[in-house]
């Protein structure tokens, strides 16, 4: 059965492994349980989770699965949160449910649950859902969650009030109003209901509080204070989508910046949850050529701004994860990349300063050629399991004119290391039959540039018939449903004769 699988996600690997932080505990181990015996944090499951949360008016939900690592890191911490927030009035209670186990999926899969852990909140008995964005160690959560538990915008009064809501590393939303009441008012509420998990949100009477900008604005207006760029931007337009389009707009820098400094990952996991085109300038920031890449970096950002692509600045000492994820090493900085969607990137390595500008350009214009990762091709590959690599996926896969069983995995993933030995098996049975090719690459050290194949978490199976049939292996991980599957859809070898020019001459 498809659903009792159990696959290593690979799903947030791209941003997540960015942070070096959360990249160190990838690797799961298996078959245990959470060790802490929670007391404060509600198990529920899927018996009882409707009516728990229909219960309350504010109650978060971790979804978890038994295997992951940062699920386990996360439990200690999460149960610490519990007992402090319970005595918070009016108390803030924290449940979990274990989302692998099978009765539980759906409700998983309900609520779109596409990692592990995943946090929701849920308001008024479950009528409003949001995301859990806040930090994930006890200290972290509580503080984030008693925001949250709060009103969506807190009214700023006086220079302290200004002191302990405003965290000038971050993005504040201010409401500055002549009266706390009206439609403008109303649409500012309703936006930072809305936004909340996002953004922080103030609102106030008086100007002369804040920290930029001249006192004399009376409003309404809303203002949007931010660590880069202009330092502030104001809005008056007031229609509930355009302040929307405004707030995310505005909270985009020009080039995010990506180093050690956490206060920068909002804007980092920002960079990499929008749908542009992503351009990456990788270089050691001590380097003497910083400040001119910096500046000629900056000049193009803003020239193409708002034309479907987003830039990042990353420090080479940060950027581990993703010179691992793109296979790039370090003597080849300063490099930009720009990966376009999931099968394409372009590569620019060893670059000066005035390279940026007239790359980039190409890029824009379209006279670029794509650049595929791939480990070199293996001399010796005579194991049962054929190792393939980005640059032989078309030798061995697409035009071997074989039926090809392949494995996408990752080095890191244990549900693959168990399959292994299975796929071993499966290979040697069919040793002696020359239609039928049994595969692996490594998803994580080669890119896969054919959209036939889609690889969300691992292993991911394909088959490819010898004609060219591609689907994808769902069945139980047992050597004797792979074979059976294999042995259905496979093309007899008369079918692939067709594709096989020598052999159609043979028959001639
Ligand atoms: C929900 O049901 C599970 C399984 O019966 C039980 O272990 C758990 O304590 C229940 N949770 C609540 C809050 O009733
Ligand atoms: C408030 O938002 C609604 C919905 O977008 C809009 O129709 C209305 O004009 C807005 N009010 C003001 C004062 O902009
Ligand atoms: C970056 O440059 C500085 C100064 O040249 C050097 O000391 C440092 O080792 C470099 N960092 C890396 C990661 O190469």
């Not at 950027?319 to 090493?329: D, E, H, N, P, R």
């Amino acid at each position: 059965m498809a659903s009792r699988v159990s696959t290593c996600f690979g799903v947030f690997a791209f941003a997540l492994s960015l942070f070096s932080i959360v990249a160190v505990s990838v690797a799961e181990a298996e078959g245990e349980t959470e060790s802490s015996k929670g007391e404060y944090v509600l198990t529920l499951d899927h018996s009882n989770f409707s009516d728990t949360v229909s219960k309350h008016k504010f109650i978060v939900v971790e979804f978890y699965a038994p295997w992951c690592g940062h699920c386990k890191n996360l439990a200690p911490e999460y149960e610490k949160a519990a007992s402090i927030l319970s005595s918070h009035d009016p108390p803030i209670i924290l449940a979990k449910v274990d989302a692998n186990e099978e009765p539980n999926k759906e409700l998983a899969s309900k609520h779109e649950i596409r990692g592990f852990p995943t946090l929701k909140i849920f308001r008024s008995g479950g009528n409003s859902v949001q995301d859990y964005n806040g930090p994930r160690e006890a200290e972290g959560i509580v503080t984030y969650l008693k925001k949250q538990a709060g009103p969506a915008s807190a009214e700023i009064k006086s220079v302290e009030d200004v002191g302990s809501l405003i965290d000038e590393k971050k993005i504040f939303i201010v409401g500055i109003f002549p009266k706390f009441s009206g439609e403008e008012f109303e649409n500012f509420t309703f936006l930072a209901e809305k936004l909340r998990a996002n953004y922080d949100f103030g609102h106030t009477l008086d100007a002369k509080l804040l920290p930029q900008g001249e006192s004399s604005v009376k409003g309404p207006v809303v203002r949007l204070l931010k660590p880069f760029d202009e330092l502030f931007v104001d809005s008056q337009d007031f229609q509930v989508h355009a302040l929307e389009k405004f707030v995310e707009d505005a909270s985009v820098p020009v080039v995010t910046i990506f180093n050690n400094d956490p206060s920068n990952h909002p804007f980092v996991m920002k960079f990499f949850n929008s749908p542009d085109a992503k351009a990456m300038l990788f270089l050691n920031f001590s380097s003497e050529l910083s400040d001119a890449f910096k500046s000629n970096y900056h000049d193009v950002a803003s020239l193409y701004k708002g034309k479907g692509i987003s830039f990042l600045l990353g420090d080479l000492d940060a950027s581990k994860g993703a010179f691992q994820y793109f296979g790039l090493k370090e003597d080849q900085v300063p490099l930009v990349i720009i990966q376009k969607d999931d099968t394409k990137k372009y590569l620019k390595t060893n670059l000066e300063p005035d390279h940026l500008a007239p790359w980039l350009k190409e890029y824009m214009d379209g006279n670029l050629k794509a650049f595929v990762k791939s480990e070199p091709i293996p001399e010796v590959n005579n194991e049962p399991v054929k190792v393939v690599v980005g640059d032989s996926l078309g030798d061995i896969v697409f035009n071997s004119g074989k039926n090809v069983l392949l494995e996408f995995y990752a080095p890191w993933c244990g549900h693959c290391k168990k399959l292994a030995p299975i796929l071993d098996e499966v290979a040697v049975s069919f040793e002696n039959d020359a239609d039928v090719t049994i595969a692996k690459l490594d998803a994580t050290a080669n890119d896969i540039v054919d959209d036939a194949f889609e690889v969300r978490g691992y292993p991911t199976l394909y088959f490819r018939s010898a004609s060219g049939n591609v689907l994808q292996y769902e069945g139980g991980r047992t050597k004797e449903d792979i074979i059976e599957f294999i042995q259905k859809n496979r093309d007899k070898s008369g079918q692939t004769e067709s594709v096989q020019p020598e052999s159609a001459k043979d028959e001639l």
